[in-house]
């Protein structure tokens, strides 16, 4: 419980161009991410249901084979267990996800 200021949160590197900040309460995470122009986001799957809203810029988001160019103000929703990748176009992008439950690979 508390305020926290994104700048603040602790930052990992998840892929060549990939920055992820995240805040986990017990039964909620928030994953703020930085994709640098052409950053990519290899297909994977997950046992955590996942949401997100593009805040910045603008990338290429495929979920069970759908592709689709998600932008500033769009939100997505990715079901448990289903493959998913993203690749940031020509400028930055930035990202809120929601991960329900937590991802512990990511605390």
Do not use: C, N, W
């Not at 986990?24 to 799957?45: I, N, T």
């Not at 979920?63 to 079901?79: A, L, N």
């Amino acid at each position: 419980m508390g305020f926290f200021t994104i700048k603040d949160l602790k930052s990992r590197i998840l892929a060549q161009g990939v920055e992820m900040k995240t805040l986990s309460g017990e039964r909620v995470m928030m994953a703020f991410f930085r994709l640098e122009p052409g950053a990519v986001v290899p297909e994977h799957s997950h046992p955590h249901e996942q949401m997100g809203l593009v805040l910045e810029g603008e990338f290429e988001l495929v979920i069970s084979g759908e592709k689709r160019v998600v932008r500033k103000g769009d939100v997505y929703h990715v079901p448990p267990e289903v493959r998913h990748s993203g690749t940031a176009s020509r400028s930055p992008a930035q990202v809120l996800d929601v991960f329900v439950p937590p991802r512990e690979d990511y605390k």
